[in-house]
């Protein structure tokens, strides 16, 4: 695991622990369970993937790229910015933990509607991959332009995939930010300037 990744995992994981230390699991009333999951409008494994974005959209992570080589692809590196102070009492945890639940419990209402492509009213785990991978893809093109330089053959390795799919990844990115700043203008996207990449 990359160096920065554990951090994050760790809040996450303590978060999501103290939210859903009481939810019924499978293996017990399997009933029970779907409908906690229907009443959540998202699968289990869309969660994190939505809780991720919406983590680095309010500063909570940051997010970084490391390629794995010259001409390798990029690979996301996550440091979490929102750590629990050590010294703190089991009570101040359990108060960090509910403020932190509840900033990400109003992310999820405001990205689940973002990631649900099908209008189904319900986020797939899939659903949920595409979408972080849209916002990483967005945050990716500006890494290279920022270090690399504007050439699509850069972001091309970068994202590994093929120089012909760049502007309608643009273009999906830029709708994305549109979007996302009009649900909340605290959060800090920017739409990529896609001249650089060519034409679809």
Request: aromatic share 8%; charged share 25%.
């Amino acid at each position: 695991m990359r160096r920065g990744v554990i951090p994050f995992l760790l809040i996450s994981l303590f978060v999501l622990g103290c939210s859903n230390g009481n939810e019924q699991q499978p293996g017990g009333d399997l009933e029970e369970y779907l409908k906690t999951i229907q009443e959540k409008g998202m699968s289990e494994r869309a969660d994190p993937d939505l809780r991720t974005v919406g983590s680095i959209l309010i500063g909570h992570a940051s997010l970084s790229f490391q390629r794995s080589g010259p001409g390798g692809r990029c690979w996301p590196r996550f440091t979490s910015n929102n750590c629990p102070n050590p010294d703190m009492t089991a009570e101040e945890r359990q108060e960090f933990a509910r403020r932190s639940q509840l900033q990400y419990e109003e992310l999820l209402r405001v990205l689940k509607p973002m990631a649900d492509l099908d209008g189904s009213g319900f986020v797939s785990t899939e659903e949920a991959r595409e979408f972080r991978g849209l916002f990483e893809f967005g945050c990716l093109a500006q890494h290279v332009r920022a270090n690399e330089g504007e050439e699509a053959a850069l972001l091309a390795s970068a994202a590994a995939l093929s120089p012909e799919v760049l502007p309608a990844k643009a273009r999906q990115f830029n709708e994305l930010c549109r979007r996302l700043q009009e649900a909340d203008p605290r959060f800090d996207v920017s739409p990529i300037d896609s001249s650089w990449l060519g034409t679809e």
